[in-house]
């Protein structure tokens, strides 16, 4: 460090420890100058009314509350400014429980994918595409020739084994056999019996008839083509009645029901159809919702399956009931608390709810018919805080 950089930093030095030194004359003397304009700032509040608001006779400021008092007030109550609300007379009305589902859907009563029960070349097709058909009507046949001739060669064999059981029968009742060869004679013709009813099942399963009452859709092969018990031939339909399955969440289930009449309205239509619920689904989903199906009759076999839309199902209907909206209501330390207004305050009330439907809910206890209740504001509303009321319904 060379001679000229010595002495800038004792210099900085110096200066640093006087400035420590002077600093508190320097700041009385700053004070001292400051004094004055403080009286005279005092001065200049001479004349006003008491809590430094407006002069005796003038009127409060707009959303402030009687007696002058500001948003930390000196004014009455000491509360702070008013709060301009909305409320809601309460009165007895009807409460219904209207509940709605956007993603509805039509199912068919019944549907199976058509196929063999054994392996063959199809010989026969007995149904046109998209006719409806009887249940037990013969649809398609393959071919059971061997199996034909294997029956008749059983039956061929029937009365030789009678016969022989016959006569096994009357040399036994003159002791002229012994009860095991009549029995082995017996058991040869039971046996026949039998191969022959195994035939028969067989020559069934070579058969495809309707399990029940539909209509028929597209066949996917044709006489004279190979099939297997996994070759679909047609898929057969039931849509009279109709199903009509819909998702509810957890907490609408409980307030459906069968018996209950739901009304559905397809996408892209203006009908609706009228059903009724008949099941349940035993257990909540993955995603917190619960399948339900309605009935419809579709006489007509007009509603197709596969058809979306909504749902709307009317459950409980309460008579005479107080009701509150929903989004007056707080939830606070398990408590369901409301606001509503007394002598120009809020007032806090605890509240007993029961059915809640979409927009309302029905209050047990804590609303009286009359209450002027505090429908908007309610997450800025304090027990006793003033407030303005802008409309009141």
Same mark, same amino acid.
């Not at 004679?185 to 020559?203: C, F, G, M, N, P």
């Given at each position: 460090m060379n001679k000229s950089t010595k002495i800038i930093v004792f210099s900085a030095i110096a200066l640093l420890i006087a400035g420590i030194a002077l600093y508190p004359t320097i700041k009385k003397q700053l004070k001292k100058e400051s004094a004055p304009q403080e009286v005279s700032g005092a001065r200049g509040t001479e004349g006003r009314g008491s809590g430094g608001g407006p002069p005796s006779g003038g009127s409060p400021e707009r959303g402030k509350p009687p007696g002058g008092g500001g948003?930390? %007030?000196?004014?009455?109550?000491?509360?702070?400014?008013? +709060?301009?609300?909305?409320?809601?007379?309460?009165?007895? =009305?009807?409460?219904?429980?209207?509940?709605? $589902?956007s993603t509805a859907k039509t199912i068919p009563d019944e549907e199976v994918d058509l196929t063999f029960e054994s392996s063959g070349k199809i010989i026969g097709i007995f149904f046109q595409e998209g006719s409806h058909v009887k249940k037990g009507q013969l649809l398609a046949k393959i071919n059971d020739k061997p199996l034909q001739a294997e029956l008749k060669k059983l039956q061929a064999q029937i009365p030789l084994a009678e016969d022989r059981v016959f006569r096994q029968k009357s040399l036994l009742e003159k002791d002229a056999v012994s009860k095991e060869a @009549? *029995?082995?004679?017996?058991? *040869?013709? *039971?046996?026949?019996?039998?191969?022959? =009813?195994?035939? &028969?099942?067989?020559?069934?399963?070579?058969?495809?008839?309707?399990?029940?009452?539909?209509?028929i859709g597209l066949r996917n092969i044709s006489e004279g083509a190979y099939a297997n018990q996994l070759t679909i031939i047609t898929r057969l339909t039931k849509i009279i009645p109709l199903k009509i399955e819909f998702p509810l969440n957890e907490s609408?289930?409980?307030? /459906?029901?069968? %018996?209950? =009449?739901?009304?559905?309205?397809?996408?892209?239509? !203006?009908?609706?159809? &009228?059903?009724? /619920?008949?099941? &349940? =689904?035993?257990?909540?989903?993955?995603? @917190? $919702?619960?399948? /339900?199906?309605?009935?419809?009759?579709?006489?007509?076999?007009? +509603?197709?399956p596969g058809r979306s839309g909504n749902v709307e199902v009317r459950s409980n209907t309460i008579k005479n009931a107080l009701t509150a909206p929903s989004e007056s209501i707080i939830k606070e330390m398990g408590r369901n608390i409301a606001y509503i207004?007394?002598?120009?305050?809020? &007032?806090?009330?605890?509240?007993?709810?029961?059915?809640?439907?979409?927009?309302?809910?029905?209050?047990?206890?804590?609303?009286?018919?009359?209450?002027?209740?505090? /429908?908007?504001?309610?997450?800025?509303?304090?027990?006793? !805080?003033?407030?303005?009321?802008?409309?009141?319904?």
């Amino acid at each position: 460090m060379n001679k000229s950089t010595k002495i800038i930093v004792f210099s900085a030095i110096a200066l640093l420890i006087a400035g420590i030194a002077l600093y508190p004359t320097i700041k009385k003397q700053l004070k001292k100058e400051s004094a004055p304009q403080e009286v005279s700032g005092a001065r200049g509040t001479e004349g006003r009314g008491s809590g430094g608001g407006p002069p005796s006779g003038g009127s409060p400021e707009r959303g402030k509350p009687p007696g002058g008092g500001g948003a930390t %007030g000196g004014g009455a109550g000491g509360r702070g400014m008013a +709060l301009n609300v909305n409320a809601k007379i309460i009165k007895p =009305e009807t409460l219904e429980n209207i509940i709605r $589902s956007s993603t509805a859907k039509t199912i068919p009563d019944e549907e199976v994918d058509l196929t063999f029960e054994s392996s063959g070349k199809i010989i026969g097709i007995f149904f046109q595409e998209g006719s409806h058909v009887k249940k037990g009507q013969l649809l398609a046949k393959i071919n059971d020739k061997p199996l034909q001739a294997e029956l008749k060669k059983l039956q061929a064999q029937i009365p030789l084994a009678e016969d022989r059981v016959f006569r096994q029968k009357s040399l036994l009742e003159k002791d002229a056999v012994s009860k095991e060869a @009549f *029995e082995q004679v017996s058991t *040869e013709l *039971e046996k026949l019996y039998a191969d022959i =009813e195994l035939i &028969k099942a067989r020559i069934a399963q070579t058969e495809l008839l309707a399990p029940f009452d539909g209509y028929i859709g597209l066949r996917n092969i044709s006489e004279g083509a190979y099939a297997n018990q996994l070759t679909i031939i047609t898929r057969l339909t039931k849509i009279i009645p109709l199903k009509i399955e819909f998702p509810l969440n957890e907490s609408q289930a409980d307030f /459906v029901s069968p %018996g209950m =009449e739901i009304t559905f309205q397809p996408s892209n239509d !203006l009908s609706i159809y &009228k059903a009724t /619920v008949y099941a &349940k =689904e035993t257990r909540v989903d993955q995603l @917190f $919702s619960l399948r /339900v199906r309605a009935l419809y009759p579709n006489t007509n076999g007009h +509603l197709r399956p596969g058809r979306s839309g909504n749902v709307e199902v009317r459950s409980n209907t309460i008579k005479n009931a107080l009701t509150a909206p929903s989004e007056s209501i707080i939830k606070e330390m398990g408590r369901n608390i409301a606001y509503i207004y007394s002598n120009g305050r809020a &007032k806090q009330v605890v509240l007993d709810i029961g059915m809640r439907t979409a927009s309302d809910v029905q209050i047990l206890n804590g609303l009286s018919a009359g209450d002027t209740l505090l /429908v908007t504001g309610v997450m800025q509303l304090r027990d006793g !805080l003033p407030v303005i009321i802008d409309n009141i319904n």
